[in-house]
């Protein structure tokens, strides 16, 4: 009963809120993708289960969170909503973010000369957004066990994004 009242009171079903939190990526992403093209610059995000991160090429430090800008911070889902990722038509198993928040991105190691520099397999994004207005192609499916529609983000080589619904039993 309780439950049935906070979402009368809240106004909001846990179907429009899913449906927020896919247009809310896809936006992110969209806007991100403008960014850069205009900084003439990498950017990526990395998906969790229950939530994601920007990230930002740099050449002498590889893939870094993307720090400073309240449009991109790393965001985590609604209460048991989830995303399922597909890369080319492939799932893509995703950890779930700890309590304790975003893992903090792993760090330089020292090579074969022992010499200390970035290590460009770290923290590699799920999508990359490129300079030249390319993208990753992938598809993110928005679920939540208590809605009864999913919402699926699609992203193609080109940089096109697609939002779609479906009803499911």
Do not use: C
């Amino acid at each position: 009963m309780a439950s049935v009242a906070m979402l009368s009171i809240s106004g909001e079903n846990f179907d429009d809120r899913i449906e927020k939190e896919s247009r809310k990526l896809s936006a992110q992403v969209s806007l991100l993708q403008d960014e850069a093209i205009v900084q003439s610059r990498e950017f990526g995000v990395r998906l969790w289960q229950n939530g994601y991160r920007f990230w930002a090429w740099d050449k002498d430090t590889g893939w870094l969170p993307l720090q400073g800008d309240d449009d991109f911070k790393a965001h985590v889902l609604i209460d048991d909503a989830e995303i399922n990722l597909s890369l080319n038509g492939q799932p893509v198993p995703l950890d779930i973010i700890p309590v304790k928040g975003f893992p903090a991105p792993q760090t330089a190691r020292q090579n074969t000369q022992n010499q200390t520099g970035p290590d460009f397999r770290q923290n590699l994004p799920h999508i990359v957004l490129f300079s030249s207005g390319e993208a990753t192609g992938f598809e993110a499916l928005f679920r939540h066990p208590d809605s009864f529609t999913q919402w699926t983000v699609n992203g193609d080589l080109i940089g096109s994004l697609k939002i779609s619904s479906e009803v499911v039993e």
